[in-house]
């Protein structure tokens, strides 16, 4: 039986998990800005670059040395799944199809991360789970639905998406093994720059589009490597060494609410009743899931004081 977190570490994973889920929303918002400048290719290698950059500095401050063996198939698989192929075809099926199409295919990663976690890494399944995230998909498809514009979808568009929501879902798969082996930042580092070296076939096309794009394009590029790819997927890896992976893709489901706040924020983009609806359904998905049953929580607590009491000395009699 996995010995549960202690408090302070179990509110780590989960400020972790908040901070990946905000910045990767935050994501959505640079990526159309920067998408109409470059490629998707192009924007991909750009934003893996300065993401590798990043996290590179930072292993060499803290003075990170390389994984060991037993992590790198891996951390491998997740770099050219997730951080390549993922980012190259999602970047691609965004300019075939409307934002909520793409939302709406892309969200059911977090139900293939749940199949293959059961399958592949023996996570359980509890009801909770499972009605948690028919709870949240029925939010994202009712987001999708209603950001959709008419005649913005393409066959070819929907299965760019659907390819990119396998591979996150093979990524996160891939990744959670390689995580009790290495350090986060460690796993992140790498498989970012496994990414990197697979997109390296567009350095071509991002000079060009680079020596043509607009300052700000740039910047939100280099935006979406510092933040959400190196902080965000490192913050990710702390929290998802903690739980399932299952879990961990629950919570993503979070991201279209978040992504809806932050379009009426930032772009002035008013959402309707419907899409807030649908918002509201996401969040409430995302806290059943990831909420457990009162007498278990109870149970592992005391289960844990127990075990303190056990180890501490015994007090000493007084005559």
């Not at 302070?8 to 959505?28: H, K, Q």
């Not at 934003?47 to 996290?55: C, F, Q, V």
């Amino acid at each position: 039986m996995k010995k549960p977190l202690r408090p302070a570490e179990a509110t780590a994973a989960a400020a972790a998990a908040v901070v990946t889920v905000v910045l990767w929303a935050s994501a959505f918002v640079s990526i159309r800005s920067a998408g109409a400048a470059y490629s998707p290719g192009a924007l991909a290698l750009g934003r893996l670059t300065s993401g590798a950059l990043a996290l590179g500095v930072l292993c060499l401050v803290r003075r990170e040395g390389l994984p060991p063996r037993s992590a790198w198939r891996g951390i491998a698989i997740s770099g050219a799944l997730w951080f390549g192929f993922y980012m190259v075809v999602l970047n691609w099926g965004e300019q075939q199809v409307d934002a909520g199409t793409a939302a709406l295919v892309v969200n059911i990663g977090p139900i293939l991360i749940a199949l293959l976690g059961s399958r592949l890494l023996g996570d359980a399944m509890p009801p909770r789970l499972l009605a948690g995230m028919a709870v949240s998909f029925a939010g994202a498809v009712t987001v999708g639905l209603s950001m959709s514009g008419e005649g913005g979808s393409s066959v070819l568009g929907v299965a760019l998406c659907l390819l990119a929501a396998v591979a996150y879902a093979g990524g996160v798969v891939a990744q959670k093994p390689a995580l009790s082996r290495a350090g986060a930042l460690q796993v992140t580092t790498f498989g970012c720059l496994i990414g990197a070296v697979l997109c390296l076939p567009f350095a071509g096309q991002l000079v060009q589009d680079a020596a043509d794009a607009p300052v700000s394009a740039t910047l939100n590029m280099v935006y979406l490597g510092v933040f959400p790819t190196a902080l965000a997927f490192t913050t990710w890896a702390y929290a998802l060494a903690r739980t399932t992976a299952s879990r961990m893709g629950a919570t993503t489901y979070a991201v279209p609410a978040l992504v809806v706040l932050m379009s009426w924020l930032a772009l002035g983009e008013v959402p309707g009743l419907l899409t807030l609806a649908g918002g509201v359904l996401c969040l409430a998905g995302v806290a059943v899931s990831r909420s457990r049953p009162r007498a278990k929580a109870e149970v592992e607590v005391e289960v844990e004081q127990a075990a303190t009491t056990a180890s501490d000395p015994e007090p000493e009699q007084v005559a």
